[in-house]
C-alpha cells in the first residue's frame, strides 16, 4: 500500500502540459529591464511576540555536511548519501553525515511539472499579512526580538527528545544574542513538530527518565503560545503502514519520484515515536471483532510478520554486523518510543502553564484502524489498511462499506480528529495531559492545514490577541 505522510503536498497533474507551455510562453517576451523594481519598504515594528515555525516529518531539507549534496528533498535516490540511518543498540549514536539546512518551501517534482508549495504559502503570508520579519538564528538582527519569525529546520528522522533538546538550546543561545532572557515565542507547529514542541514545554532541555515521568514544564519559559497544526497527539495507524508497507513522497504513483522504503524506515527512529499509543490502537480479527494488540513489544512484530528480518531481502539491505544488532536495536527503539509516549501524556499539574491551540480537520476520511488477518492457504497474515472488501475463512462475505465504517474516521485525510485532539486517552475523571485553550476546524487537507488562507488569517489574530477562559481537557469537546 502506498502512502503519503506528514507533509504538504500537491500535485497538479490534471493540467494538461500545454497549459504549461502556453504560460511560459506568455511570460517569456517579458525583458527583465521592463518589470519596474518594487519600492523598499522599511518594516513598520510593532512589538508583536516572534514566532518560530517546526515543520512536520520530512519536511526539512537535509544535506550532506561534506559534499553539500541535497539528499532530501531529491526525486532520485542519492547514489553516494542516503536516508537510512546507521543501527545500533545506542540509539543517540546512530547518526550520519546528513545534517537539516532549511524547512522545505517548495519542491519540483519535475521540469515540466510546477513547484509544488510547502511551506512558501505560511511564510509569504506572515510577511504580507502578518507583518513580520524572517529572522535567522545565527544573525537575528537588532529586531529580532519583535515582530520576527524563525523556521527551525531538523533532521526528522531522528529520535524527537533528541531535536526537542536541540530547540531548547537554539532558543537559549538566540535570547543570549539578542540579551532578551524573559523572550517568549509564539510556535506554529505542523504535524510531528507539534509533539517536538510539546515535550520541549514540558521538559526542557532534559533526556527521558528511566522512571515515571514527572514533568517540569521548564520549556514554558521560552513559549507563550503554541498552535499544534495536524498534530498526531494519540499517534497515527499510518505510522505503523509505513513500517510494513514503506511510503511514497507524493499521493499518487509517479514513477520518478523516490520511495522511502520498509529498510529505510527501519532506520528511523521519529518514525516508532509516532506510532499509535498505548490504548489508542484499534484492531479487528477477520470476523470484525476487537483484537488487542501491543505495538511496543517485539513478539507482537514477529507474530504478525512485521519485522524487519522476516522479510526476504533483509539480508541484502544490511551488512552482517547490522544484521547481528538489528534485534537488540529493534527492541531499544520500541522501547524509547513508548517512553517518549509516556512522557507526553504525563501532566501532574493542574493547569499548564502555557497556551495550547488545536488546528485540525474532521471533514476528510482518514485511515483509523486496522484489520488482521490470516491468509491460511499461504500460511501467512495480512495486515489490512483500507477498506477492500474480502470474504472470511468460514466463507463470510466483509463488504468495503462495512470495513470503511470501521477502518476510516473523520480527520485531515492523514491525522485523525480523535488523534489531535486526545479522544481515546481522554478517560473521566483523570488529568489530561494537554490543556487547549482553542480549537479551531476547518475542512481542509493534512499538508494543506498550513497554508489555507482562512486559517492563516484565524491563526495571525490569535498571535496577536490574549486568550482568556479555563483551559479545556483535551478530548472532552
Wanted: charged share 25%.
Amino acid at each position: 500500500m502506498r502512502m503519503h505522510f506528514f507533509i504538504p503536498m500537491r500535485v497538479f497533474l490534471t493540467r494538461k502540459i500545454w497549459f504549461i507551455f502556453l504560460f511560459l510562453v506568455a511570460v517569456a517576451p517579458v525583458a527583465a529591464q521592463d518589470i519596474p523594481a518594487p519600492a523598499e519598504e522599511k518594516a513598520v515594528v510593532t512589538g508583536k511576540a516572534p514566532i518560530i515555525i517546526i515543520p512536520g516529518i520530512t519536511g526539512s531539507e537535509l544535506v550532506n555536511k561534506n559534499t553539500g549534496e541535497m539528499v532530501w528533498f531529491n526525486t532520485r535516490r542519492s547514489k553516494i548519501n542516503d536516508l537510512r540511518l546507521p543501527i545500533s543498540p545506542n540509539i543517540s549514536q546512530n547518526h550520519d553525515d546528513l545534517v537539516s539546512k532549511d524547512i522545505i518551501r517548495g519542491v519540483r517534482l519535475a521540469r515540466f511539472l510546477p513547484e509544488v508549495e510547502i511551506y512558501a504559502q505560511l511564510i509569504d503570508s506572515l510577511q504580507k499579512k502578518g507583518g513580520y520579519t524572517e529572522a535567522t538564528w545565527d544573525e537575528p538582527g537588532e529586531n529580532g526580538y519583535q515582530d520576527s519569525f524563525y523556521v527551525f529546520p531538523y533532521d526528522w528522522r531522528l529520535d524527537n527528545v533528541e531535536t526537542a533538546r536541540l530547540l531548547i538550546q537554539k532558543i537559549e543561545a538566540l535570547k543570549k544574542k539578542l540579551g532578551k532572557p524573559d523572550l517568549k515565542f509564539n510556535v506554529i507547529a505542523h504535524s510531528m513538530g507539534g509533539l517536538i514542541t510539546r515535550y520541549a514545554a514540558m521538559y526542557g532541555d532534559r533526556d527521558l527518565s528511566a522512571g515515571e515521568p514527572k514533568p517540569s514544564w521548564a520549556g514554558t519559559k521560552h513559549f507563550e503560545k503554541i498552535f499544534l497544526l495536524g498534530t498526531p497527539n494519540e499517534g497515527s495507524i499510518l505510522a505503523l503502514n509505513a513500517f510494513i508497507n514503506g511510503y511514497s513522497y507524493a499521493p499518487i504513483n509517479l514513477p520518478f519520484v523516490r520511495d522511502i522504503n520498509i529498510y529505510d524506515v527501519f532506520t528511523i527512529p521519529s518514525l516508532y515515536q509516532l506510532l499509535p499509543h498505548d490504548g489508542s490502537l484499534r484492531a479487528y480479527n477477520e470476523d470484525l471483532e476487537p483484537v488487542e494488540i501491543n505495538l511496543f513489544d517485539p513478539a507482537t512484530w514477529e507474530e504478525y510478520e512485521w519485522a524487519i528480518w522476516k522479510r526476504k531481502n533483509f539480508s541484502k539491505e544490511f551488512s552482517a554486523d547490522e544484521q547481528r544488532v538489528a534485534r537488540l536495536y529493534f527492541r531499544n527503539v520500541l522501547d524509547r518510543a513508548k517512553k517518549f509516549q509516556t512522557a507526553l501524556n504525563a501532566r501532574p499539574l493542574d493547569t499548564a502553564p502555557v497556551t495550547f491551540h488545536l488546528v485540525g480537520s474532521d471533514c476528510k476520511l482518514t485511515n483509523n484502524a486496522v484489520i488482521l488477518r490470516q491468509n491460511k492457504k499461504r500460511d501467512r497474515w495480512i495486515t489490512q489498511f483500507k477498506p477492500s472488501a474480502y470474504t472470511t475463512s468460514d466463507g463470510k462475505k466483509i463488504t468495503s462499506d462495512e470495513l470503511t465504517t470501521l477502518l476510516m474516521g473523520m480527520g485531515d485525510g492523514v491525522v485523525t480528529r480523535r488523534s489531535l485532539a486526545r479522544q481515546s486517552l481522554a478517560k473521566p475523571g483523570e488529568a489530561a495531559s494537554l490543556l487547549i485553550d482553542s480549537e479551531l476546524s476547518m475542512c481542509e487537507s493534512h499538508g494543506s492545514l498550513v497554508s489555507n488562507a482562512d486559517i492563516q488569517d484565524k491563526l495571525f489574530n490569535m498571535l496577536t490577541h490574549k486568550q482568556t477562559g479555563q483551559q479545556i481537557p483535551a478530548g472532552t469537546r
